[in-house]
């Protein structure tokens, strides 16, 4: 492993607990004393403070955009991102199955342990020093993003998908409408050449169950 | 409505702001000044707050009891009981649709004001002052809560609502498993009586592919 101090230069932040910042980069394979509580504390803090940084940014944006704004900020492929810029691949604690993962295990592995040095520099400070750092940890990615844009809709994602991979375009069927007119429960089937059983959507109107049926497919597919 | 001052007596917290208190209280039906943004920020302040007050209480508690319990603690029903405790219902400004709407809906205007009302005191205050706020409002559910009880997992809760119902238990049946030996993708088909169509879940595992789906069937049943 690297000197723990280029990294906590990277990060901006020297440990008052260095013991802290170990448990921060250990995987759940690599013994008991490992990230994932920290994990599990430094996801709020993140969405919070994005949440309270878009709030701020946004005053005129509605709380649908601020959230898909948010929800590309925090996602893994994101954090995924950060963590390179960190080298956090380098100080990994990892256990000997792990070690060899690559790709989509690699990409979580990473994102959560970025949570978890989220969590554990909370914790060695306050949540003042912890928004601060976000914040500049964010801060190119907090003036690029845009409400409206990148945070396409899963319809649309799912048609572009499936466009660069040349399929057919998804069909969409209504295939149950239940309760009465102010508080309705659509249920839509999601037909995709090369999935052999529809995927199913609910929602409470025929437009938010095709979005949720088209969000399940890309978890299939994706 | 009532006087402001006996609910800001009740939540612990006089607004200086008091245009701030209005807002939260507006619901999107009553006119464009509605309290939707205050709820996105107020969501993300109160699980933060919560996941703070569970790492903290329980250090010994693994992140999916942390989660599980944090769930239970920020869920809708309770927030519409601190709604209730706060006699809430008789200050949501609601527009015309909406002053007679009863059961689910109304259910979910109250909570979502108990999230906004949470992000016009941080906005009026600060962190520190919202995060003692809560935990004064939390303080009896943090003294009861327990992990793994009252937090049955997807499958559990779908089988007692089905047994409630008297209905016959779900069948669960893996339809598709992709990808090698570490990284793989199971598909689960979940039947229940009276649901034509299978109901999809997507997990890492058998297990968590069960749980995606009796996830999916709650959401349809409920």
Redesign the interface.
């Known amino acids: 492993m690297k000197k723990l101090n280029i990294l906590q230069k990277k990060l901006g932040h020297t440990f008052n607990d260095e013991a802290m910042l170990v448990r921060a980069l250990t995987h759940r394979s690599a013994g008991s004393r490992h990230n994932?509580?920290l994990?599990?504390?430094g996801?709020?803090?993140l969405?919070?403070v994005?949440?309270?940084a878009l709030?701020h940014r946004f005053p005129k944006?509605?709380?649908g955009d601020?959230?898909r704004m948010r929800a590309t900020l925090v996602r893994e492929k994101t954090l995924a991102e950060l963590a390179r810029e960190f080298e956090l691949g380098e100080y990994l604690i990892l256990g000997p199955?792990e070690l060899k993962?690559g790709?989509?295990?690699r990409e979580s592995i990473l994102a959560d342990a970025v949570e978890a040095l989220i969590?554990a520099i909370y914790l060695d400070t306050d949540?003042g020093r912890i928004q601060q750092l976000l914040l500049a940890w964010y801060d190119e990615r907090l003036n690029d993003i845009q409400p409206g844009i990148d945070q396409k809709d899963p319809k649309t994602r799912l048609q572009e998908l499936l466009q660069g991979k040349r399929k057919p375009l998804p069909t969409y069927t209504v295939?149950?409408v239940i309760g009465e007119a102010?508080?309705q429960?659509f249920?839509v089937?999601c037909q995709i050449d090369g999935v052999?059983?529809?995927?199913?959507g609910?929602g409470t109107s025929r437009r938010k169950a095709e979005q949720s049926a088209a969000e399940?497919a890309l978890?299939?597919m994706l």
Chains 1, 2 share one sequence.
Do not use: C, W
């Not at 052999?196 to 199913?200: F, G, M, N, T």
């Open positions: 994932e509580r994990e599990f504390l996801d709020s803090i969405s919070m994005i949440a309270d709030f944006v509605n709380e601020m959230s199955g993962s790709g989509y295990r969590g949540i295939v149950d102010h508080n429960k249920t089937h052999p059983q529809p995927v199913v609910i399940h978890d299939i």
